[in-house]
Structure formats: structure tokens, C-alpha cells
């Protein structure tokens, strides 16, 4: 083989190493970009934590004077209440549990075991039956 040759083939290994470098680097890129996307899915998937009790009730005081007083804000629809309150809408049944739980004839046992289990879950249904 000739020198020529040599040096020929020498730069193409080397080109072929910087390419396999930049796939390197690429693909790594990619799983961090499918990491990222999966942490924010699962970070969207999860309900957003209820606002403490005062907090809620701050809020709602503030939004009914917002609004121009109790009159008109219970004429508002209770998806616009919760989201005033920085709550999200209820669904069907979040509404049907938070009326087993703080309806009449509720049961005081399973609120307070919600309570103790899932204290987010049973602040958001308290402020749910409150704008039923």
C-alpha cells in the first residue's frame, strides 16, 4: 500500500469515528429527551394537590367578592366556583362520593378515613360539596 492510500483510509476511520460520536451523542440526547417527556406526562397525570383548608376558603371568599356577592356567585355554573378556587372540574363521580361523604346522612367514619388516607383527596371533595 502506498502512503497516499494510508492516509486516505486513516481519515476516513477518522470521519467514521466522529460519526459514530455524533450518533453517540444523538441517541443520548433522544433518551434524555424521552426521559424528559416521560417525567412531565407523569407529572401531568397526577391530580394537582388541593389547597389546604384555609387557603380554600380564602380563595373562595375572595371570589365571591370577586363576583359581586353570594347571589351571583352561586348563579355561576360549579365548574367556573372550582376554577375560581384554583380547583379542576368534578367529575361525576368526585361529585357522588363528596355527597356520600359530606351529604345528609353521610358517613363521619369514611370522611375521616379519607381524611387520614388521602388528605388532598378529602380536602377537594369537601370544597366540591361545598359548591354543590
Avoid: C
Amino acid at each position: 500500500m502506498s502512503e497516499e492510500m494510508i492516509k486516505q483510509q486513516e481519515a476516513e476511520i477518522e470521519k467514521l469515528k466522529s460519526e459514530i460520536a455524533a450518533l453517540k451523542a444523538k441517541n443520548e440526547e433522544d433518551k434524555i429527551a424521552d426521559a424528559t417527556r416521560e417525567a412531565v406526562k407523569a407529572v401531568d397525570s397526577k391530580p394537582a394537590p388541593a389547597p389546604s383548608v384555609g387557603s380554600q376558603t380564602m380563595r373562595r371568599q375572595q371570589a365571591v367578592a370577586a363576583v359581586g356577592g353570594p347571589a351571583y356567585w352561586s348563579a355561576l355554573p360549579m365548574e367556573v366556583r372550582l376554577k375560581s378556587q384554583g380547583l379542576q372540574p368534578a367529575s361525576d363521580s368526585e361529585i357522588e362520593l363528596s355527597k356520600r361523604l359530606f351529604g345528609s346522612n353521610s358517613s363521619s367514619l369514611e370522611a375521616s378515613r379519607l381524611a387520614r388516607q388521602n388528605p388532598n383527596q378529602y380536602s377537594r371533595l369537601r370544597a366540591i360539596h361545598r359548591e354543590l
